[in-house]
């Protein structure tokens, strides 16, 4: 026993025989010096730090072989292999940067991202429900957003010349059929979901990513809430309705459900109405949304809603007496979506999910009973992986079914139409430093229906500079098949296609946003016809378009103090032969000039935050009969002035108030003229005008939960 | 006979060994932590969290190392004079050790307390973007910490911290974050006077509670 000791001592003691220094200065492949470099000796306590000039200095009383090891953030590891022996080494590394996701360039041209996690983002999620024109439509925000137009008579996104079609919506990457209340013409919907439910969204008007199809001029991803913070109940008192909401959290999963019951009739008897209403807006929805958290880094999200809803409308006939035409609307949807996201081994990772969307709608025109019901299913499956911090691929698989059917009951005719489409995209990053990314990609479809292959290939690449702007270029083919109503009629229409080409430059630095970009747009095999939904004719695919302008952003929430503010210009040259027009014209929903301003300000004395947006364009083009022509007219320009005050008294109370339009200024979206000339030979017209002069919005929100500074400024 | 001896010595040669590194280890520790609490700028404490960093590369069992590692890094990211995206980064380095501290000892309310003060540091880097999004995690974060140990006077003072900032914003009296500031000095006196000579356990805080106190609570 005693000679094992022996034996051990003196094998310590050899190890403190002779001492090394190991010195050297560290640079990085620029040649300049990298302070703060951890270097050791791989398997000991031995190791220091480089200092600001670079240069260490390690001694030890180590002997034998070992790996010496340099460790920096932002900087791949380097590794030595070094023999003590008591004289001086010298080691000068020259360290290699990391592709470093937080400070890496990102390709920022078309999109516009909004998130609490990602940097080159425009906004965050809760700048978006805060918008005082919005009145808590997430669209309503985005319409603040450049690229977009304003058409009030509508309310769905219209992008860069393109119509509301031409966007698709994503949620959780999974496609949304009839994301938007079904409505009567001229009556504007809002999105049917919630913009508490989203954590982030990307909003791309235009060059994006492969992964995203089946949309001509825009893709608009909303991401849901991974796993909510705490249990807590939503109590929600509108102007226009009222709900519920609780949310339970577990260790790894939650569950939300929701109950919403809507009426206008209460605050239409109250405000006056530019319309004549039978019986106003109404419906319920439900919703559940559960999340569980699956191994170390998995999560599977479900989430279902349901509503019903309709209203009873007198439209009036130009050139004709009385009420005119009722509309009686009634509309049934449900939406429910699963989907996963899963971290590999060896740098895979695998997403995809499954979505279902079902819209009835059912009409009485006068006498005529119509229903129309929509259905789409839609399925996918990503795989990524990185191939080292430089490059990565993207490949996923997709298909949709779009089934629909419209149908003039009291005619007892029904037609419909099935169209399975399989799709398959791949996408490779590859990022030549943490200053320059190149983006390729391929996407290809197929449709049944259409008997139709295509190939869409889109490139992209971004490039850094050194005062951290960043000058991004995007070009691709997106293809499309037209709207279902036009598919029905003509079921072997093919897609239609656009060409994009976007130049970007985007600067965000110390609470500033900059953003300018310029596209060109073209169309090709856009559908013209005769005749209107359900008597089309003479269905041809042979229009043409094109769109072409910049925009510019910037937004500000340092200069003054609590204040946050935007400002957004928007120039579109559209002209396109499309729907009934035989010639190149510019669509009514693409105004030339578009402006909008966002002001926030949080006065802490009043515990209050005061919202004001200001919208402005130079009007909608339409035909007037009464002289030769097509879009030979244009509307003055629109104008809208929305505020907003939101007190907080307890930090889980908050009391919204919003008014839009609050000058009440006759805004005007075209004219509806009489089919046939008056005695006088002159076509009749009727101005279509907003819904209200005013919308005026005021809810509570009480949120319960154990953690009293919980509240839901989601809501709003 | 022979062979238990052998055994016996085995065993004792063992036992001395794994004393001896726990001893290295120890020093090593207490010898850093010293030098953590001396730094000032941002360069020395770097050094501070790359020695840490070394000294959780040698004892992968022990959450200690990675614990000071991540908040040495914290620190630098409350320190450093530089942007956004420089402060990011330091926060970024922190989270990495909290999570291998989080895996070698979970449910541990010194880890959530320096846990939620990487969410502080976060908060405080942009307040006008990321107030909404991490003020309740922040809150949710130390709320968890104190559930885990009432007796965690740093969980109490970041608390403190935070719940201040709130009380500022809805334009509220410092009383509640007040509470927090006493009996979190209540609690460091008891833990300064139970303290063994040369601990290597998390005592740091002070310091942070005299200040508030001194500041917001007269």
């Known amino acids: 026993m005693k000679a094992l000791f022996t034996i051990c001592l003196f094998f310590l003691v050899n190890l403190t025989l002779a001492q090394t220094t190991i010195k050297g200065i560290v640079k990085d492949s620029k040649g300049e010096t990298v302070p703060g470099v951890n270097i050791f000796l791989k398997g000991t306590y031995e190791g220091t730090s480089s200092e600001v000039d670079g240069s260490y200095e390690l001694e030890t009383d180590e002997t034998g072989k070992f790996i010496l090891v340099f460790q920096a953030m932002g900087f791949k590891s380097q590794e030595f292999e070094i023999d003590l022996n008591g004289s001086e080494q010298t080691f000068n590394p020259i360290l290699k940067e990391t592709i470093n996701e937080m400070t890496a360039v990102t390709i920022t041209a078309g999109a516009m991202e909004a998130s609490d996690e990602k940097k080159a983002v425009v906004l965050r999620p809760i700048d978006i429900v805060t918008v005082p024109s919005a009145m808590g439509d997430i669209i309503g925000a985005f319409q603040t957003l450049p690229g977009t137009a304003n058409v009030g008579n509508d309310g769905r996104l219209f992008v860069r010349g393109g119509d509301a079609s031409e966007t698709s919506i994503f949620i959780d990457g999974m496609k949304v059929g009839n994301a938007f209340g079904t409505t009567a013409s001229n009556v504007p919907t809002r999105t049917r979901f919630n913009p508490n439910l989203f954590k982030g969204s990307f ?164 006498q005529i009973d119509i229903r129309n019901q929509n259905r789409v299913i839609h399925a996918k499956a990503v795989a990524l992986k990185g191939f080292s911090d430089k490059f990565s691929l993207k490949t996923g698989l997709e298909t949709y079914l779009f089934s629909y059917e419209e149908g003039l009951k009291s005619e007892n005719l029904v037609r419909d139409f099935n169209d399975l489409q399989a799709n398959i995209f791949t996408e490779a990053d590859y990022y030549v430093s943490n200053k320059l990314i190149f983006r390729g990609g391929l996407r290809a479809g197929h449709s049944v229906l259409a008997d139709q292959t295509w190939l869409d290939p889109r490139f992209s690449l971004a490039y850094k500079f050194e005062n951290e702007g960043q000058l991004s270029l995007a070009a691709g ?99 396109r032969k499309f729907a009934q027009f035989t010639e190149m014209v510019q669509p009514g929903f693409a105004p030339r000039h578009n402006a909008s301003i966002v002001v926030k300000h949080f006065v802490s004395g009043l515990k209050s935050q005061l919202g004001g947006s200001f919208a402005i364009n130079d009007g909608y083009t339409y035909t007037d009969p009464n002289f030769a022509g097509q879009m030979n007219a244009k509307t003055k320009g629109f104008r809208d002035l929305s505020l907003s005050w939101s007190y907080l008294p307890k930090p889980n109370l908050i009391i919204h108030f919003a008014c839009s339009n609050v000058l009440g200024r006759d805004n005007i979206f075209g004219y509806q003229f009489s089919p046939t000339p008056n005695e006088s030979g002159k076509y009749e017209s009727l101005p279509i005008r907003q819904t209200a002069p005013r919308f005026i919005f005021v809810g509570i929100f009480l949120t319960l939960s154990k953690d009293k500074t919980a509240n839901n400024l989601n809501n709003l | 006979m022979k062979k238990h001896t052998l055994i016996i010595a085995l065993l004792m040669f063992v036992a001395t060994f794994a004393n001896a590194t726990n001893e290295a280890y120890e020093k090593a520790m207490h010898k850093e932590i010293q030098a953590f609490g001396k730094a000032g700028p941002v360069s020395e404490v770097q050094k501070s969290a790359n020695a840490f960093a070394r000294i959780a590369e040698m004892n992968a069992g022990e959450w200690l190392p990675d614990y000071y590692a991540a908040l040495a890094y914290a620190n630098m990211g409350f320190r450093t004079e530089g942007g956004l995206e420089e402060k990011d980064g330091y926060y970024a380095q922190a989270k990495k050790h909290i999570e291998k501290a989080k895996a070698i000892s979970p449910n541990n309310s010194e880890i959530v307390a320096v846990e939620g003060y990487i969410v502080m540091g976060e908060l405080a880097a942009d307040p006008n973007s990321r107030g909404q999004s991490l003020s309740g995690l922040a809150m949710q974060t130390f709320g968890k910490a104190i559930g885990l140990n009432r007796q965690n006077p740093r969980a109490i003072i970041l608390m403190a911290q935070m719940e201040y900032g709130m009380a500022q914003f809805f334009g509220q009296g410092p009383e509640k974050a007040c509470g927090l500031v006493a009996s979190s000095l209540e609690l460091f006196a008891k833990e300064a006077a139970e303290a063994k000579e040369g601990s290597i356990d998390p005592l740091w805080g002070k310091g942070m509670a005299e200040e508030m106190k001194e500041r917001t609570c007269k």
């Open chain 1, 477 to 575: 083919q997106f293809s499309q098949m037209p709207v279902e109503e036009l598919r029905i009629a003509s079921p072997d229409v093919q897609n239609t296609i656009a060409n994009h080409l976007i130049l970007n430059y985007f600067l965000t630095k110390n609470g500033r946003t900059v953003r300018a970009e310029a596209f060109y747009k073209d169309y090709k095999k856009i559908l013209t016809y005769e005749g209107a939904q359900y008597f089309y004719r003479n269905i041809q695919q042979n229009g043409t378009g094109y769109a072409q302008g910049f925009d510019v952003f910037y937004r500000d929430q340092k200069t003054v103090k609590n204040t946050d503010f935007w400002m957004t210009y928007s120039f579109v040259d559209s002209r």
């Open chain 1, 203 to 366: 909003f791309s008007t235009g060059g994006y990513s492969a992964e995203y199809g089946h949309a001509l001029s825009s893709a608009l991803a909303l991401n849901t809430v991974d796993i909510p913070v705490r249990n807590q109940g939503d109590i929600s008192l509108l102007s226009v309705g009222m709900g519920y909401s609780q949310t339970l959290v577990g260790e790894k999963n939650s569950l939300t459900a929701t109950a919403n019951y809507m009426d206008l009739s209460p605050y239409q008897a109250m405000v006056t109405q530019n319309f004549d209403w039978e019986r106003a807006p109404y419906g319920w929805d439900a919703e559940v949304s559960a999340r569980q958290k699956w191994g170390k880094s998995g999560i599977v999200k479900a989430y279902a809603r349901t509503e019903s809803g309709g209203m009873k409308i007198w439209q009036k006939i130009p050139g004709s007496e009385g009420r005119g035409q009722l509309v009686d609307l009634k509309n049934h949807y449900t939406f429910t979506s699963g989907s996963f996201k899963q971290i590999g081994k060896n740098d895979w990772s695998y997403y995809g999910g499954i979505s279902y969307s079902n819209n009835v709608d059912e009409f009485t025109l006068d």
